[in-house]
């Protein structure tokens, strides 16, 4: 699948969960990175393989701190997703 359709798959389901506060709305300040440890990334739902890069970041939406998991390029999805918010809540 071509960069441009899995951006076009995935960035409703960033919204969509965000919007269901399934993740958070706002870009963590924390972030770790490493090699996949085989869980399932917080947008795509798919493992992380050992040969891809795992994004870690702590977040929180009602309660206590959470790590969510991302492969390199969904959590750049979810961060675009997440400055959209920002834009939209500071030009109503």
């Given at each position: 699948?071509?960069?441009?359709?899995?951006?076009?798959?995935?960035?409703?389901?960033?919204?969509?969960r965000?919007?269901?506060?399934?993740?958070?709305?706002?870009?963590?300040?924390?972030?770790?990175?490493?090699?996949?440890?085989?869980?399932?990334?917080?947008?795509?739902?798919?493992?992380?393989?050992?040969?891809?890069?795992?994004?870690?970041?702590?977040?929180?939406?009602?309660?206590?701190?959470?790590?969510?998991?991302?492969?390199?390029?969904?959590?750049?999805?979810?961060?675009?997703?997440?400055?959209?918010?920002?834009?939209?809540?500071t030009?109503?």
């Amino acid at each position: 699948m071509s960069l441009t359709k899995l951006e076009a798959k995935l960035r409703p389901i960033a919204r969509e969960r965000i919007a269901k506060r399934q993740l958070p709305r706002e870009a963590s300040l924390h972030m770790w990175g490493g090699h996949g440890t085989g869980v399932l990334c917080s947008l795509c739902d798919k493992p992380i393989q050992r040969d891809e890069v795992e994004y870690e970041v702590e977040g929180h939406i009602d309660g206590p701190v959470v790590a969510f998991r991302f492969h390199a390029f969904c959590h750049s999805l979810w961060q675009l997703e997440c400055a959209h918010e920002y834009l939209l809540k500071t030009h109503r």
